[in-house]
Structures are given as C-alpha cells and as structure tokens.
C-alpha cells in the first residue's frame, strides 16, 4: 500500500493542478486525475483528492471553471448533439484497491460533491471577501502519514465552519455599516433642506433691508427739500403802524 511521510512541495502541488486541469478539460474525471498523480508521486489518491480539494483547488479555481466550460465545449464538437460518456487519460498500473483506500475514495468523492456545492463558482463573489479572511486548511503534523484520517476530515470541516462564521460576521458588519450610511443620508438631506430655508430667509431679510433703505432715502430727500421750501420764502414785518414791510432775503 502506497505511504509518504514527506510534505507536499509547490512541485507536487503544480503537477497535481495541470493533472487535473488537463483530465478535466479533456474529458476525464479529478478522481482518474488523482489515480495519476498518486502514482508519479507515491501518494494514495484519497490523499491527492484530499490535497486538491483542501488546499491546491483555492488557487486554480478560475482556471477549473475554463477548463469545465472548455470540456463542455469539447463535449458539444464530439458528440454533435448527442451525449458523450467521459473518458479516463490514465488506467493505472494495479487497478484494485484494499478496502480501506476504497473507503478513503468514498469519503473524498463526497466531500468533493459537498464543497463543490458550497463553494462559489464565480469569482466575482470570491473577490467580494476581504483577503484577510482564513483559508480552510488542515494541519498534518511532520513524519505523520499522508493518508487521510478522519481527524483531518475533522479538523478540515472545523476550520470550514469557522470561515462560515467569520464570513457572516462580515455580512452582519455590512449590514449595520449599511444602516449608519442611510441614517447618514438622512440626516445630511435634512441638514440640506435647512441650509435652504437659512439661504431664503437671508435673501428675504436683504430685499427687506434694501426696501428699508428705499424708505430712508425717500424720506431724507423729503426733509431736505421741505428746508429748500422754508429758505425761499418771503418774510414780512409789521410796523408800529400795523403796516407789514417786506423784509430783504
């Protein structure tokens, strides 16, 4: 039975992402995928479906919905209408497998289908979480075996779940930042209406002003002409006899 007590390295991680890309996009399965590399690398393939799906999958998540869609292309061109059966790139070299990695195998597939629902497939939603948002990974201590126990499946829906909260934790802060910004809103339309009630008010108190100074210029041109008036008029005096002289100007 194959066994590794190594760590993977960014070489098996990248064979292990253009392996599956390339069974995916020519018509294979990820689990005919994972058979191929458990064999170049000595790893069992529950331990590489495990890796791809925990780990490698979060990086190359765009290029597996380009491989799907080129898949379906192909898929379409073959069959010309009519439905094709995949077909596995790779038979390998011992066919059967012990009960225990059957089991393995099992678990995967379903985990597989499980994160496959769950995860989204657009990446425009991806983009919408902060990067600082933690990545479900699983802690595999050094010398220990590479194949799956359930302490990892464990361990790896555990961190899983606490992703889940951390995202709704970000959308309840979306939510709440969200309700401060309509009250915002509000409150700077309401401060817009009094600023134009102050600005009307001003404009009314400056025709009044303007209005009072009309006022006050009419009744000072008033004043000066009644002392014009006064000025010019002819003065008389009566004498001892009650005759009345003109007095000269």
């Not at 392996?19 to 191929?36: C, D, I, M, P, Y």
């Not at 401060?191 to 006022?215: A, G, P, W």
Request: net charge negative; glycine share 2%.
């Amino acid at each position: 039975m194959k066994q590794r007590q190594d760590a993977w390295s960014e070489e098996n991680d990248l064979l292990l992402a253009e392996t599956v890309l390339r069974h995916v996009r020519e018509g294979s399965t990820q689990l005919n995928a994972f058979e191929e590399v458990g064999d170049k690398l000595n790893r069992t393939s529950a331990a590489c479906g495990f890796r791809w799906n925990a780990v490698v999958r979060h990086d190359y998540e765009k290029a597996l919905q380009l491989a799907k869609k080129q898949r379906k292309q192909r898929m379409r061109a073959l069959g010309k209408g009519q439905p094709v059966k995949k077909q596995l790139l790779y038979s390998p070299d011992v066919p059967s497998i012990d009960a225990d990695e059957q089991e393995e195998l099992t678990m995967m597939s379903a985990l597989e289908s499980h994160m496959a629902e769950v995860m989204p497939a657009d990446e425009d939603v991806k983009a919408n979480l902060p990067k600082s948002a933690p990545k479900p990974t699983v802690n595999q201590p050094a010398g220990s075996s590479n194949k799956i126990t359930m302490d990892q499946v464990i361990a790896f829906l555990h961190s899983y779940k606490s992703n889940n909260e951390y995202s709704e934790a970000l959308m309840s802060e979306n939510k709440r930042l969200k309700r401060e910004n309509e009250e915002l809103i509000s409150q700077n339309e309401e401060l817009k209406k009094k600023v134009e009630r102050l600005e009307q008010d001003t404009v009314t108190v400056q025709e009044d002003y303007e209005t009072l100074m009309k006022i006050m210029n009419r009744a000072r041109k008033l004043v000066l002409f009644d002392e014009d008036d006064r000025s010019t008029a002819t003065t008389f005096k009566m004498d001892r006899n009650g005759n009345l002289e003109k007095l000269a100007e």
